[in-house]
């Protein structure tokens, strides 16, 4: 049976982290004194130090000013994001409305260039001269060996507001605003080829059967058993995919047919790559013996969050389509 491992899914952290709140304000709400409009806005961008192995990556980030603001704090949309509405942006606006504008401006900006662009390295970045507005925030993905990192888009006011964390109700023009990495594990895939150099055609199919086991950081993250029926003396192959990146693989052949030996070695370890297959080589031949045998197959797929779905009964693996 094959064992899933579930993605961590981190959603609900990120839109509450991204909220806004603590960099929006109305000046009616707070009683804070009108914005100057003409003075430059900063922002510096740091990550929150979830995923240490991001420090050393090189993260894009594009900033798109969607909405002037007004002396009064109001934000009126530019040309490219009417469809954007702000008219009802307070300190009472939820983690899930920001995250539809965003997604709204997101969409809205088509093939509109950034108003500025920025690279987060060893964990920050700093971006000057910034109009008054509101800035939807865009950061590419990145990758490492085992993982792809997103983020969210948001919404950036500039200048902001601390009044809910600091009861100050003075605009600041030089922000903080930390990006929250959603980790993504990345796969491969482990060939297992079978080369069956002699067959016996007077007893039938030859069942050759194997296990497969992937372990990551001790844990098991991949177990599962297949099976080649040969009809015929050459080669078969058969693929496993969906295994975390990283992992270690070990490949045993448990059976090698009523009437074969197996060539070889019967144990075959890979590292396994994102996006690539590795692969892991078996041989047999006739052994002389006059028995038979046959194999069933139930090939499980995970459906997710512990569920499985009912097993499907194959003669031979590759018939999952996975050959």
Known sequence: MRKGFKDRNVWAAVLASVLLVLLLAVPGVYGAGGIDTE???GVTFKLDGQYSELEALTIPVSLYRVASVGVDGRYTPLESFTG???SAVDSETTAEEWARMAAQASQDKGTAA???STEIREGTAQVDGLGAGMYLVEAGSVQTARYTYDFIPYLLALPGNYYAATGSDEWVYDVESALKP????RYGSLAIEK???DYNATLGGATCIFTVEALLDGEVVYSDAVSLVFDEAGRKTVTADGIPAGAQVTVREVYAGASYQVVGDDVQTAEIIA???ASARF???YSGSPNTGSSIVNHYTYRGDGIWNDPVQMTDSTQSGQE
């Open 182 to 185: 959603e980790q993504q594990i």
């Open 195 to 197: 080369n069956l150099d």
């Open 283 to 285: 041989g047999n031949t």
């Open 114 to 116: 950034p108003a500025a």
């Open 39 to 41: 003075r430059a806005c």
């Open 84 to 86: 954007l509405d702000l």
């Open 275 to 277: 996006d690539d297959t």
